[in-house]
């Protein structure tokens, strides 16, 4: 007799085994036991994108199951299910008509058989990558191969139904990853070499000034009363004849383009001839006489689609003219700091009021997002919290296209996860971002996932409580007096050996630890050039108290260069950043002599004081041995004050027989040389005797960053204190031809004194 315990169980069981058989009931079978249930059937005149869509589903479930499927132009019979990929097909046996966007698409089982069906673009591509991601369980987490699961059974629910339209019609990441072409099919994404005949600042592409301007100079801008080729005069009436003549040839070469750009260069020195003025002033500026100029062009091709930068200068709304219905405006976020997100950063309101006052006159808005530091690209830069809020955001307030502006080819911090993230939320504005985080990290790092989970956070809940700026023009040294401070660089460094622990073992993920210590490496060896003999410095002090350059330091730039080579970083910086150059830069900088200063060790007095946002090495920046480069943001003090005085305390009477000084001219930063300088020494701080004086020209012009030594002869005198003063026009120089929003600087860096 059946005891009351077996009964319970083996009734257990049978239950078990009739919800089973009901389930598999409710499944319509790809593959079983790694034996294929299911062909595929595609038309017998495939278009290229049929015929793709059904090579990719083959190959991939036979990585998955080893079970290859037939790709047949009608069903064989033999099979209980068909996976029908196409249009017709849908149409004929769903019986409805496709009506898709572009990129659209639909997979739908009916009467236990499979229908794959997309819009006029490569929606039916982007519906069988998300089966093989979504149902199959695939991942595509960067340019290299796919990771796959090992499964003896596929199958698709009896109902099922995915439905997909993109609510973005423009979409890309611009990181490494994009080289890939399957990665940009598998996550749905865009190049604007694909999609734009003519792309970004393009005016100079349509009137090359090496052509017309030497017998046309009026076909260009007139800023400060004279031509120049900085931009075009967008009111002569023979710059628009040949422009329009230029997409007219320019269509013809290319007629699957889909957009063209017709954009002033990246730049100032916009036209300010009476014509232009006259509009401009009428438009609220020069946003006018550009998009007047755009849209009698694009009226020209009414079939085809124009894109123009809302930028700088032009990155008002007009307050007459409305772009045509064919002109799509490029807004730009590159005012905005990275810290907090779009929707509540303060810097971002300027871009808040711009995207508004645009969607008011346009519908057809797409915004050139920026999310990586260009300056520094493999730099900690945590910002990964913002990635798919600001999407969201963009998308929610009415922008139809995004283009995230990464490192482009070149490595830069969190590249793959940066990627993916952005990806996943182009394509689906509102998902759940931590959702695919997990997914991400715990996919792409393995076992090393839980401390680079603790990376991440440790990075942001540093930015969030020292209150740092996040600027994509700032650098490791800015950062070293807040979330890259010398107390968190030991417990990123930490974290990260944890994590290299973790996956000791394998070779694959320990590459992409390794990857991310790399840009911790960057950041410590940037800051060093700021701590000077500091323990995290390059430099050591010997027995005498002079310094001499750490003997293994080279070694050790070398050794980071290697890896960064290996890594796939093709430079650290937008400009000049190569990794020649950047060994280069080390170089120089190893090699200089650092000879004792009679300052060396003094604290200085200011009045007044340096700016706030620029400390640099605050009080001892000056005479700590360090000199800056032509970057303003490393080893310099600012100052907009009109004169400056600096006064050294001598420990004991001491004769100085010479003085030189450092300032650097950078136009683009809106830094300037003084006007003089005066050198006077005293006894009791008091009184004090004029020992020399020297004239700067304020009337150099250079094309680039300059840094600018000034040296001369001092008559000695003893004195137990000497005072540098400093004369600032507060005026910017003739010959600079850029927009005065702001206040001229002056920055200044060693100052040495030698008997």
Known sequence: MMTNANYKLNLFVLVGLLFISSCMAQQVDIVRDKKAETEIVISSHPSNLERKAALVLQDYIKRITGAQLAILSSPSGTKKHVVFIGNNFYQQQIGKKVELGSEGFEIIVRDEQVYLTGGSGKGLLYGVYELI???????????????????????????????????????????????????????????????????????????????????????FALTNGKRSATQLCLTNPEVQKIAINYFRQAIADNPDAVYWSIAPMDGKGYCTCDRCTKVDQEEGGPQGTLIQFVNRIATQFPEQNFTTLAYGYTAEAPKIT?????????????????????????????????????????????????????????????????????????????????????????????SAYASYMQAKS???????????????????????????????????????????????????????????????????????????????????????????????????????????????????????????????????????????????????????????????????????????????????QFKPSFLDDFPANGKTTLNDGLSGT????????????????????????????????????????????????QVESSNDNVSYVNIGRYNINTGLIPEGPVCYPVSFELRQQQGRFLKVKIFFSQEFPYWFDGSRHRKPLFAIDEIDVRK
């Open 322 to 414: 409305r772009p045509s219905a064919n002109v799509h405006v490029l807004l730009s976020t590159i005012d905005a700091t990275r810290e907090k997100g779009l929707a509540v950063n303060p810097s971002a309101a300027p871009f808040r009021r711009q995207l508004k006052d645009w969607s008011k006159i346009s519908s057809h808005i797409f915004v050139w997002d920026y999310t990586t530091q260009f300056t520094a690209y493999l730099n900690p830069f945590p910002m990964y919290d913002h990635y798919q809020s600001n999407i969201a955001y963009m998308y929610q307030n009415g922008v139809k296209g995004i283009f995230e502006h990464g490192p482009g080819s070149t490595l830069a911090d969190m």
């Open 426 to 604: 182009l394509w689906n504005p509102e998902l759940d971002r931590a959702e695919v985080e997990e997914d991400f990290l715990d996919g792409y790092y393995g076992a090393a996932s839980k401390d680079i989970k603790k990376y991440l956070k440790e990075l942001i809940d540093a930015r969030k409580t020292s209150r740092s700026t996040l600027d994509i023009y700032g650098n490791p040294i800015l950062s070293r007096h807040g979330y890259l401070s010398f107390e968190k660089m030991r417990v990123f460094k930490e974290l990260l050996n944890n994590a290299q622990k973790a996956v000791a073992g394998d070779p694959k993920f320990l590459s992409r630890v390794k990857l991310i210590a790399l840009g911790l490496e960057y950041a410590a060896l940037e800051q060093a050039k700021a701590y000077g003999d500091h323990p995290l410095g390059f430099l050591d002090r010997k027995a005498d108290g002079q310094w001499m350059v750490n003997p293994r330091w080279m070694k050790r730039i070398d050794a980071f260069l290697d890896h960064a080579l290996r890594g796939g970083a093709l430079e650290v910086a937008e400009t000049a950043g190569s990794l020649e150059q950047y060994r280069q830069q080390w170089l120089t900088l190893l090699n200089k002599p650092y000879l004792p200063s009679l300052l060396q060790g003094i604290h200085p």
């Open 133 to 219: 991601e979504k149902q199959f369980g695939a991942r595509k987490y960067d340019q290299g191969p796919a990771w796959v699961p090992k499964r003896a059974n596929i199958s698709l629910p009896q109902d099922f139904n995915l439905r997909y339209e993109p609510p973005l019609r423009y979409r890309e990441s611009y990181y490494p990853a994009s080289a890939d072409s399957e990665y940009l099919d598998w996550h749905h994404l865009h190049r604007f070499e694909d999609l734009w005949g003519l792309w970004g600042h393009s005016f100079f592409k349509i009137i090359p000034p090496e052509d017309y301007f030497g017998a046309h100079p009026e076909y």
């Open 630 to 677: 032509t970057d303003y943001s490393y080893n310099w003090l600012l100052f907009d004050s009109k004169d400056v005085e600096i006064t050294f305390p001598f420990p004991n009477e001491a004769m100085a027989s010479q003085i030189q000084l450092n300032f650097l001219l950078d136009p683009a930063h809106y830094l300037f040389l003084p006007g003089n300088i």
